[in-house]
């Protein structure tokens, strides 16, 4: 599975939307793109995940560029509740088992 | 749905003593995954099974690790002998085919 590379940690200002990169230049034609999030003493959390298209749930959305060698997440209007710890997986289709997760961005919301 | 559910939340003992970790996936589940999470080497994991059988324990450290999956609704971890640097957040999560995984709010191990 290709590498991700995030910034460590980033800060929002509660309300405002945050956006938080991830690039993934190694990224293989068949390799989707996952977002999980960790809130402090809690089991992570799957956001949203995709292909080549930019996909949007009542989480966040979720844009890749069309060479699909970096993405962004989304989270629209962020709250102090979507503090924790953001990772970028690229995965294989069909390869359900290995999540390998990196060191992820830490988004601090303040208010 | 109750999600993933571990048991016990928090163990503490000592070295040397066996600990069995507990693990109920969300039913209709096919695949479950058992992760540990350090502050030095991040989430990673272990072993993962695909209807009760497992498929790959290339994250498992040594063989005092060993995990089970008896049926589709429950697996259960095992450390014997327990070791300090054993000392972790055990996660399992389970998902079905091709669909994201689900975790569990993990068990925090500390060996003292």
Redesign the interface.
């Known amino acids: 599975d290709a590498k991700t590379t995030q910034p460590p940690s980033m800060d929002c200002a509660e309300g405002r939307a945050a956006n938080l990169p991830c690039n993934h230049s190694t990224i293989s034609g068949n390799e989707y793109v996952?977002w999980y999030r960790q809130i402090h003493?809690?089991?992570?959390?799957?956001i949203i995940?995709g292909l080549k298209n930019n996909e949007t749930n009542e989480m966040a959305s979720l844009i890749i560029t069309e060479d699909r060698k970096s993405s962004t997440l989304i989270l629209p209007h962020a709250t102090l509740r979507d503090t924790a710890v953001y990772?970028c997986i690229v995965r294989v289709?069909?390869n359900?088992?290995?999540?390998?997760?990196?060191?992820g961005t830490t988004l601090q919301v303040k208010p | 749905d109750a999600g993933?559910i571990q048991s016990p939340r928090h163990e503490v003992t000592e070295m040397g003593q066996e600990v069995t970790l507990r693990c109920k996936p969300i039913s209709g589940h096919d695949?479950l995954?058992w992760y540990r999470q350090t502050m030095m080497r991040?989430?990673?994991?272990l072993i993962?099974f695909?209807n009760n059988v497992p498929?790959?324990d290339s994250g498992m450290p040594e063989d005092r690790f060993s995990a089970k999956m008896p049926n589709a609704s429950f697996s259960t971890l095992k450390i014997q002998p327990s070791e300090p640097r054993d000392s972790a957040v055990y996660?399992c999560?389970s998902?079905q085919?091709?669909q994201?995984?689900?975790?569990?709010?993990?068990t925090r191990l500390s060996i003292l």
């Open positions: 996952y003493s809690q089991g992570p959390q799957y995940h990772y289709s069909g359900t088992g290995k999540l390998i997760f990196g060191q | 993933v695949y995954f991040g989430l990673e994991l993962y695909n498929i790959d996660f999560a998902s085919t091709n994201p995984q689900h975790f569990g709010d993990g």
